[in-house]
């Protein structure tokens, strides 16, 4: 299983208070546990925005009892502009690089747009969206889904990775605090290292 930590429900209940970026002190404790999540990884440390060795993580949260797919959750959180071409290094493969940023891009305006879209509606636009000469599938495809994005939230998506983790924490917190199910009890947020999985060039987490 890959290390994770948790940022208890208080503390996540905290930060979803807080003004609109992490506070330096909230920042500080975060960077601290994810420098502890990226250390002995495969190739050396790896570190939560770095362009070189970039560390990626998922986040859910924690309820009382494990109820798959019933909280939200959104992998590969710290793929931005930089760390993508990282990532491509690493995997010898750009385009698998470009599809996981696509995928990171796409679940921001399904789950965490001011603006709410589905799968469905997103896939209905990608197409009146124009590939440029010499445009792969991939760099259409993660430029396509920017527009989308920009279009509904009137702002570019985030190249801060610390605020799309905020985004992510924040979108957990306000869909879990009116939860009053008892198997479905929020306990705070897990946030977990994403590793490479048993097949070459695959990125996963548990």
Known sequence: VPPFFVVPKDEAEYIYGEPRSFSGETEDALTRELEELGKHSRNGDRVYGDSKMPL???????????????????????????????????????????RLYAKLIEDFIVYLGTTPMSREEVSEILPRIPKKSGEGKAEWRVRAL????????????????????????????????????PSRVFKGIVIQKMVFGNLENSFAGE
Not at 148 to 168: A, C, G, K, T, W
């Open 56 to 98: 990626l993580v998922s986040v859910r949260a924690a309820p009382d009892r494990i109820t798959p797919g019933q909280f939200l959750t959104i992998l590969n959180v710290g793929i931005n502009d930089k760390t993508v071409m990282g990532l491509a290094a690493q995997f010898g493969d750009r385009q698998e690089a470009l």
């Open 146 to 181: 920017k527009a989308i994005y920009r279009s509904h939230n009137n702002q570019p998506f985030p190249q801060d990775v610390y605020e799309q983790l905020r985004l992510v924490m924040d979108a957990i917190s306000f869909v879990a605090k009116d939860v009053q199910e």
